[in-house]
């Protein structure tokens, strides 16, 4: 016959069931905590974010402020280019905006000038005419010579003619401020333009020291020596 087992093994028998999912889960969690969270390699390179370096000017390197394995911060100096060039450019612009704004100082004289030239053509239209008028009256009357009449007409055919010469000039030296009289200085074209010219120069002049864009190390600075040449964006 058989023999039965013990009733009391079939509770232990269910416990070891149990308990080996809660000890391999135990486990694993153990690992994890210890070392599964970071990966182990040999012989591993650290991937880091590179920025290669490059001037927005071209120039002679004057000077060179950082060495291999410098840390630096973002808008530390690295290395400067030759200014010389970029700051005549600047005074040239300088120069050049301060003509700009004569021109127009001298384009509004030149208006007025060209409003009172017309003001005395006006009056001297008005004047001739009358003379003619005259003339002609005293004519018809006899009291005058066909010449003197011949003569009043021509002086009020040239009075005319200056007239139409004046406004014209008028509305020239008008147009040449833009076609607004009492436009301010720096909004006239040719200023707005000396000042643009102007700004570059100086954005150019402050590009001539270049600076870190981020905080970072610096490597491949050695070959970087004063007196190189640097191209812009290489």
């Known amino acids: 016959r058989c023999v039965g087992m013990p009733s009391s093994s079939k509770p232990n028998k ?5 308990a080996l999912p809660a000890a391999l889960l135990i486990g694993g969690a153990y690992v994890w905590a210890t070392s599964g ?13 590179r920025i290669s370096i490059a001037p927005q000017l071209s120039g002679r390197v004057t000077d060179v402020f950082v060495t291999d394995s410098t840390t630096v ?8 280019i030759d200014p010389k ?17 004569l021109s127009v100082a001298q384009l509004r004289a030149a208006y007025r000038l060209a409003q009172a030239k017309e003001k005395v053509a006006v009056d001297d239209l008005a004047y001739y005419e009358n003379e003619l008028a005259r003339s002609q009256n005293l004519t018809k009357r006899g009291a005058a010579a066909t ?11 040239a009075a005319q003619q200056s007239l139409s010469a004046a406004r014209e000039n008028t509305a020239a030296a008008l147009a040449a401020l833009g ?3 009492e436009i ?8 707005q333009a000396a000042l643009v010219a102007r700004d570059q120069a100086a954005w150019n002049l402050s590009q001539t020291v270049v600076t870190a864009p981020a905080p970072g190390v610096v490597y491949q600075a050695d070959d970087f020596k004063p007196g190189k040449f640097a191209a812009a964006g290489s």
Do not use: C, I
């Open 147 to 157: 010449s003197t009449l011949d003569s009043a007409r021509h002086d009020a055919e």
């Open 14 to 18: 269910k416990w070891l069931m149990a």
């Open 37 to 49: 969270r970071y990966v182990k390699t040999e012989n591993a390179a650290v991937q880091q974010a």
């Open 73 to 80: 911060t973002q808008g530390a100096k690295l290395f400067a």
């Open 85 to 101: 060039p970029y700051e005549l450019a600047l005074a040239q612009a300088d120069a050049a905006l301060a003509q700009a704004r």
């Open 184 to 191: 301010k200085t720096d909004d006239h074209p040719a200023v």
């Open 179 to 181: 076609g607004e009289a």
